[in-house]
């Protein structure tokens, strides 16, 4: 009888993997990473019983629970990318639209598919009864449920999972320790592990790459990377935010410094974890919470992140508002079929004749700047004031811009991007 089910889980499976192939082709494989309560990692030393779900990737290689025999010896880097919002649950064949878009702009012109890990975990935001062994049929746990989150604004913020408490952040965790330790046998020869994240993402990464202790210097033996490119907002350091000086409402640009700071007297929450570290809920942010209600932890944690490696990127062009017209003049480059709609979320995601505005509409995002190009250009000032002001040090963070509006494609095709995350292209 065992026998039998084992066989029907094996046609079920062959029958879901002939669909995927059909739909989506096979260059990617569907990966699975069992995940602990409360955000901790599956290591070698823990029982299988501690996992209480698992998070799905789609990946270029299958790497997870492979035989080190089977290894992976051409692999030198890894690229995870982060998750963007989209307006809808993500879906897979986004997932896959994503991985392709990855691969065609970075990998390809470099000649770098052979030699990159090349993946992507997906944050599932709908209830989906998917048991592990249904997604990836190679699973060890092969019961355990697909973990979700409330929305896209839970797990951008590191916020923990529906069931679980799972942070989304301890997940990212989880997967650098794997590449770094559990697969070193499978992996011998990796040398860097690079996060990208874009929009919705980069708010991920930036958040992530300033609390995780796995992006720092010297953790593995490989290097991790990140790249934050068109973020909506970013975590200040404390309780200083640019002055309205530095907050022009009307469009004008990446290119210029802000050097006059204020604490908002007129927006109470605009310090609060995700924007600021003065309050975290007592509940759903785990791994935040951890970190911030420990004054040598969190001191640590500023001296740490200067000296992780962190590219942060805007368009030149990312310069719209479309949520607060009454308030901010947009450019021209924000109006589309003769100024009838307004979008500031172009090209990355459009509707014809529809106003689409993400940016503004709150007085925490609106006091960081009007426009992402603002706030980028203030929270790199706001960095290089803060380790200035309170540890001394003369701190000019690693950033670049690309021509152009939010678009992803044009950052990834940025010569500085590519040459932070070592795709040369080749002639």
């Given at each position: 009888?065992?026998q039998q089910?084992?066989?029907?889980?094996?046609?079920?499976?062959?029958?879901a993997?002939?669909?995927?192939?059909w739909?989506?082709g096979?260059d990617?494989?569907?990966?699975?990473?069992?995940?602990?309560a409360r955000?901790?990692s599956?290591?070698?030393?823990?029982?299988?019983?501690d996992?209480?779900?698992?998070?799905?990737?789609?990946?270029?290689?299958?790497?997870i629970g492979?035989?080190?025999?089977?290894?992976?010896?051409?692999?030198?880097?890894?690229?995870?990318?982060?998750?963007?919002?989209?307006?809808?649950?993500?879906?897979?064949n986004?997932?896959v639209?994503?991985?392709?878009?990855y691969?065609?702009?970075?990998?390809?012109?470099?000649?770098?598919k052979?030699?990159?890990?090349?993946m992507m975990p997906?944050f599932?935001?709908?209830?989906?009864?998917?048991?592990?062994?249904?997604?990836n049929?190679?699973?060890?746990?092969?019961?355990?449920?697909?973990?979700?989150?409330?929305d896209?604004?839970?797990?951008?913020?590191?916020?923990?999972?529906?069931?679980?408490?799972?942070?989304?952040?301890?997940?990212f965790d989880?997967?650098?320790?794997?590449?770094?330790?559990e697969?070193?046998e499978?992996?011998?020869n990796?040398?860097?592990?690079?996060?990208?994240?874009?929009?919705?993402?980069?708010k991920?990464?930036?958040?992530?790459?300033?609390?995780?202790?796995?992006a720092?210097?010297?953790?593995g033996?490989?290097?991790?990377?990140t790249?934050?490119?068109g973020?909506g907002?970013?975590?200040?350091?404390?309780?200083?935010?640019p002055?309205?000086?530095?907050?022009?409402?009307q469009?004008?640009g990446?290119?210029?410094?802000?050097?006059?700071?204020?604490?908002?007297?007129?927006?109470?929450?605009?310090n609060?974890?995700?924007?600021?570290?003065?309050?975290?809920?007592?509940?759903?942010?785990?791994?935040?919470?951890?970190?911030?209600?420990?004054?040598?932890?969190?001191?640590?944690?500023?001296?740490?992140?200067?000296?992780?490696?962190?590219?942060?990127?805007?368009g030149?062009?990312?310069?719209?508002?479309?949520?607060?017209?009454d308030?901010?003049?947009n450019p021209?480059?924000?109006?589309?079929?003769?100024?009838f709609?307004?979008?500031?979320?172009?090209?990355?995601?459009?509707?014809?004749?529809?106003?689409?505005g993400?940016v503004?509409g709150?007085?925490k995002?609106?006091?960081?700047?009007?426009?992402r190009?603002q706030?980028?250009?203030?929270?790199?000032?706001?960095?290089?004031?803060?380790?200035?002001?309170?540890?001394?040090?003369?701190?000019?963070?690693?950033?670049?811009?690309y021509s152009?509006?939010?678009?992803?494609?044009?950052?990834?095709?940025?010569?500085?991007?590519?040459?932070?995350?070592?795709?040369h292209?080749?002639?």
């Open positions: 009888q065992q089910q084992q066989q029907q889980q094996q046609q079920q499976q062959q029958r993997d002939g669909i995927w192939d739909f989506f096979d990617f494989q569907r990966e699975s990473l069992p995940l602990a955000g901790q599956l290591g070698s030393k823990q029982n299988a019983q996992a209480v779900g698992y998070m799905p990737i789609v990946s270029s290689h299958r790497f492979v035989k080190p025999s089977k290894k992976l010896s051409k692999i030198t880097k890894a690229l995870i990318i982060v998750q963007e919002y989209s307006g809808d649950p993500k879906q897979e986004a997932i639209d994503d991985m392709n878009i691969s065609d702009e970075l990998l390809q012109p470099a000649k770098m052979s030699k990159t890990l090349l997906w599932l935001e709908e209830k989906r009864d998917m048991k592990q062994n249904e997604w049929m190679h699973a060890a746990l092969k019961n355990l449920s697909i973990l979700r989150w409330a896209a604004g839970s797990y951008a913020a590191g916020g923990d999972s529906v069931f679980g408490n799972v942070s989304a952040f301890a997940a989880t997967l650098v320790r794997l590449l770094q330790e697969l070193a499978v992996l011998p990796l040398k860097t592990i690079d996060l990208v994240g874009f929009s919705g993402g980069c991920v990464v930036t958040r992530w790459v300033f609390f995780s202790e796995w720092k210097p010297g953790y033996r490989a290097s991790v990377r790249v934050g490119g973020c907002s970013f975590v200040y350091l404390d309780e200083f935010r002055a309205e000086s530095c907050r022009i409402p469009g004008h990446a290119d210029f410094t802000c050097s006059s700071w204020e604490v908002p007297k007129d927006c109470h929450d605009y609060e974890f995700e924007d600021g570290l003065a309050m975290v809920e007592a509940s759903g942010y785990i791994y935040v919470q951890r970190i911030v209600s420990d004054a040598a932890v969190l001191s640590q944690a500023y001296d740490d992140f200067p000296t992780k490696e962190v590219l942060f990127v805007v030149t062009e990312d310069d719209c508002n479309c949520d607060d017209q308030v901010y003049k021209d480059q924000c109006w589309h079929e003769f100024g709609s307004c979008s500031d979320v172009y090209p990355d995601y459009y509707v014809p004749f529809a106003t689409v993400v503004g709150s007085c995002k609106n006091i960081q700047g009007w426009s190009a706030r980028w250009a203030n929270y790199l000032s706001h960095l290089q004031d803060f380790y200035n002001r309170t540890r001394g040090i003369n701190y000019v963070p690693n950033h670049c811009t152009g509006q939010h678009d992803k494609e044009a950052m990834l095709k940025s010569h500085h991007v590519r040459s932070f995350l070592g795709f292209d080749e002639a």
